[in-house]
């Protein structure tokens, strides 16, 4: 490992999270890493930008300009992967105080995130909250609670026979399912479907499981998938609190992205933004099987033994990288501002549903359902309070066919974050609205009528700020490289599901973080064993063990 000038390890282009994650932990490791990015923000496709630096963003992946030609590879990228991009023409006042996500995203409260958020001490360097509702919505039922523990099924205005099925169910996909005989040959079944047959379940409870439980985007979504992210919801529940998932504060995972920076510059990194990469030439001879970048403005070139790259940040000489699979997802989005919060319908009090043991000890006789499957001595439920609740953070799922003008076969989300994430002033609110689409869909058209009905939940006749895009994200599954090409390795497009995105991002740093490891062993093992005691054998050289995060030693790193 030189320590000469400009000659490093590792060159990782890009500061999204799983190029961030990877770059704190190879520096932990003593890896020499330079970290180059065209933005002048950490981030990347995972940045949180204030209100007038989101309006920049929107207008720089807008309709080619004149002088389209003279457009870095990394725009042009970014105009093929952001599309249809429009925006309101005024921005509101204090833009600066808004921290807006391009990924908004939900952290799981057990998962590979916040293993790698506590190991690697960045978990202090930001605050996190707990989502506080989950609300579905109907157009005769307008928006309910979503129960998502005992706790909140015993306090729901669910009937005793709905109670009790639904307890059901949340104990069987919260342990061992694989095993079961409800679960066997039903892997590929729509999940829909086999809540309805296995369980029994009303429709208006298989539409909360599937959409606002299991997070399905689609009535085609499986049952196996559908499971296992629904059991890693419901373990995680109790651990902070009440709902399984953390938000993050300043914009979420952007703010993340920036902690794992720091620590990578505390152990070494170099960090040089807002830069644009002229030219990077692949490894020779005579750069000493080196690659060898050259940036704008800066002297002298960058040289490196092994290239991590996001597909955008990547020159085009470099491009194509190796085949990775065409399928393309089409995911509508809105990102808008209210200056008012949206009400949820009050959650009933302890005393006001029903205890553990009265759902457990009630029993469903043959004859006592009548042909809805509802018990006739327990389909009264108790009259709620009429007052309100307002919350900051909530998500409302907008189910297939519960909206006029909606789709009929794929699920909106609508994401609410206020002030008491630091992402907006107070008494505004950032609306994060996403739906799937087919290619040639309208994007405003497929947006708008969800926009609607939730500026008319909260009372306001127009968002005071909004901008409508679409985002292709390519289909692919783990870092990719290729051994008959020079060491680059291009991290994966990152899942648009808000509950997917955070542990995604952190699985694949680590698998990025092991190949790049056994990469530099290969090309000079030396550096990476170590003497050790033989016994009558002698000295002995054996491999360094390189743990992804070694055990911090002292206070927090890089504190004051």
């Given at each position: 490992?030189?320590?000469?000038?400009?000659?490093?390890?590792?060159?990782?282009?890009?500061?999204?999270?799983?190029?961030?994650?990877?770059?704190?932990?190879?520096?932990?490791?003593?890896?020499?890493?330079?970290?180059?990015?065209?933005?002048?923000?950490?981030?990347?496709?995972?940045?949180?930008?204030?209100?007038?630096?989101?309006?920049?963003?929107?207008?720089?992946?807008?309709?080619?300009?004149?002088?389209?030609?003279?457009?870095?590879?990394?725009?042009?990228?970014?105009?093929?992967?952001?599309?249809?991009?429009?925006?309101?023409?005024?921005?509101?006042?204090?833009?600066?105080?808004?921290?807006?996500?391009?990924?908004?995203?939900?952290?799981?409260?057990?998962?590979?995130?916040?293993?790698?958020?506590?190991?690697?001490?960045?978990?202090?360097?930001?605050?996190?909250?707990?989502?506080?509702?989950?609300?579905?919505?109907?157009?005769?039922?307008?928006?309910?609670?979503?129960?998502?523990?005992?706790?909140?099924?015993?306090?729901?205005?669910?009937?005793?026979?709905?109670?009790?099925?639904?307890?059901?169910?949340?104990?069987?996909?919260?342990?061992?399912?694989?095993?079961?005989?409800?679960?066997?040959?039903?892997?590929?079944?729509?999940?829909?479907?086999?809540?309805?047959?296995?369980?029994?379940?009303?429709?208006?409870?298989?539409?909360?499981?599937?959409?606002?439980?299991?997070?399905?985007?689609?009535?085609?979504?499986?049952?196996?998938?559908?499971?296992?992210?629904?059991?890693?919801?419901?373990?995680?529940?109790?651990?902070?609190?009440?709902?399984?998932?953390?938000?993050?504060?300043?914009?979420?995972?952007?703010?993340?992205?920036?902690?794992?920076?720091?620590?990578?510059?505390?152990?070494?990194?170099?960090?040089?933004?807002?830069?644009?990469?002229?030219?990077?030439?692949?490894?020779?001879?005579?750069?000493?099987?080196?690659?060898?970048?050259?940036?704008?403005?800066?002297?002298?070139?960058?040289?490196?033994?092994?290239?991590?790259?996001?597909?955008?940040q990547l020159p085009l000489s470099l491009h194509p990288l190796p085949a990775r699979d065409t399928h393309i997802s089409l995911i509508a989005r809105c990102i808008a501002v209210i200056d008012k919060?949206?009400?949820?319908?009050?959650?009933?009090?302890?005393?006001?549903?029903?205890?553990?043991?009265?759902?457990?000890?009630?029993?469903?006789?043959?004859?006592?359902?009548?042909?809805?499957?509802?018990?006739?001595?327990?389909?009264?439920?108790?009259?709620?309070?009429?007052?309100?609740?307002?919350?900051?953070?909530?998500?409302?799922?907008?189910?297939?066919?519960?909206?006029?003008?909606?789709?009929?076969?794929?699920?909106?989300?609508?994401?609410?974050?206020?002030?008491?994430?630091?992402?907006?002033?107070?008494?505004?609110?950032?609306?994060?609205?996403?739906?799937?689409?087919?290619?040639?869909?309208?994007?405003?058209?497929?947006?708008?009528?969800?926009?609607?009905?939730?500026?008319?939940?909260?009372?306001?006749?127009?968002?005071?700020?909004?901008?409508?895009?679409?985002?292709?994200?390519?289909?692919?599954?783990?870092?990719?490289?290729?051994?008959?090409?020079?060491?680059?390795?291009?991290?994966?497009?990152?899942?648009?599901?808000?509950?997917?995105?955070?542990?995604?991002?952190?699985?694949?740093?680590?698998?990025?973080?092991?190949?790049?490891?056994?990469?530099?062993?290969?090309?000079?093992?030396?550096?990476?064993?170590?003497?050790?005691?033989?016994?009558?054998?002698?000295?002995?050289?054996?491999?360094?063990?390189?743990?992804?995060?070694?055990?911090?030693?002292?206070?927090?790193?890089?504190?004051?």
């Amino acid at each position: 490992m030189s320590d000469s000038e400009g000659n490093f390890d590792v060159i990782i282009l890009g500061t999204g999270l799983v190029e961030s994650i990877a770059a704190a932990a190879l520096s932990k490791a003593g890896v020499k890493v330079a970290h180059l990015d065209n933005n002048q923000y950490y981030g990347g496709d995972e940045a949180s930008l204030t209100l007038d630096e989101l309006a920049r963003w929107a207008d720089s992946r807008s309709a080619p300009s004149e002088n389209s030609e003279k457009l870095s590879s990394y725009l042009v990228a970014q105009r093929a992967k952001f599309t249809s991009v429009s925006r309101s023409p005024l921005v509101p006042d204090h833009p600066r105080h808004y921290s807006i996500s391009l990924a908004p995203s939900l952290i799981l409260s057990v998962g590979p995130l916040i293993s790698s958020l506590v190991a690697s001490g960045v978990s202090r360097y930001g605050g996190y909250r707990l989502l506080e509702r989950v609300g579905i919505y109907s157009s005769n039922g307008g928006l309910q609670n979503v129960p998502g523990s005992k706790e909140d099924v015993f306090k729901s205005s669910l009937s005793l026979l709905e109670k009790r099925r639904l307890m059901r169910f949340l104990i069987f996909a919260s342990g061992d399912f694989e095993s079961s005989k409800e679960f066997q040959g039903q892997e590929q079944t729509p999940f829909h479907d086999f809540l309805q047959s296995k369980f029994s379940l009303t429709q208006e409870i298989v539409d909360a499981i599937v959409y606002a439980l299991a997070f399905c985007s689609s009535i085609a979504d499986v049952t196996l998938h559908a499971l296992i992210r629904l059991r890693g919801y419901l373990r995680s529940a109790g651990r902070y609190g009440a709902s399984p998932f953390l938000v993050g504060h300043y914009g979420g995972l952007g703010e993340i992205a920036q902690g794992f920076c720091r620590v990578s510059a505390v152990n070494g990194g170099v960090y040089i933004l807002d830069r644009n990469i002229e030219e990077i030439a692949t490894p020779t001879s005579a750069s000493g099987d080196k690659f060898v970048a050259n940036l704008d403005d800066l002297p002298e070139p960058l040289t490196a033994d092994i290239l991590v790259a996001a597909h955008d940040q990547l020159p085009l000489s470099l491009h194509p990288l190796p085949a990775r699979d065409t399928h393309i997802s089409l995911i509508a989005r809105c990102i808008a501002v209210i200056d008012k919060p949206i009400p949820f319908p009050p959650l009933l009090s302890s005393d006001e549903g029903l205890s553990e043991d009265e759902v457990e000890s009630a029993s469903v006789t043959p004859g006592s359902e009548d042909a809805g499957g509802q018990s006739s001595e327990s389909t009264t439920r108790p009259e709620s309070p009429a007052e309100a609740q307002l919350v900051d953070t909530s998500i409302i799922i907008f189910p297939p066919c519960s909206v006029n003008g909606g789709s009929s076969t794929n699920a909106a989300q609508a994401f609410t974050t206020g002030a008491g994430t630091l992402s907006a002033p107070q008494g505004k609110y950032v609306v994060y609205l996403s739906i799937p689409i087919a290619d040639g869909e309208d994007p405003e058209a497929s947006i708008d009528p969800y926009l609607k009905t939730v500026s008319s939940l909260a009372e306001v006749s127009e968002p005071l700020f909004k901008l409508i895009y679409v985002q292709r994200v390519p289909f692919s599954h783990s870092t990719t490289s290729n051994i008959d090409r020079p060491p680059i390795f291009e991290p994966p497009a990152l899942p648009p599901q808000l509950a997917e995105i955070s542990d995604f991002a952190s699985s694949a740093a680590e698998s990025l973080f092991f190949r790049v490891i056994d990469h530099l062993r290969a090309r000079n093992p030396q550096a990476w064993t170590t003497e050790s005691s033989g016994g009558s054998g002698g000295d002995v050289f054996a491999e360094l063990k390189v743990p992804m995060w070694p055990p911090m030693e002292g206070p927090e790193e890089g504190g004051d």
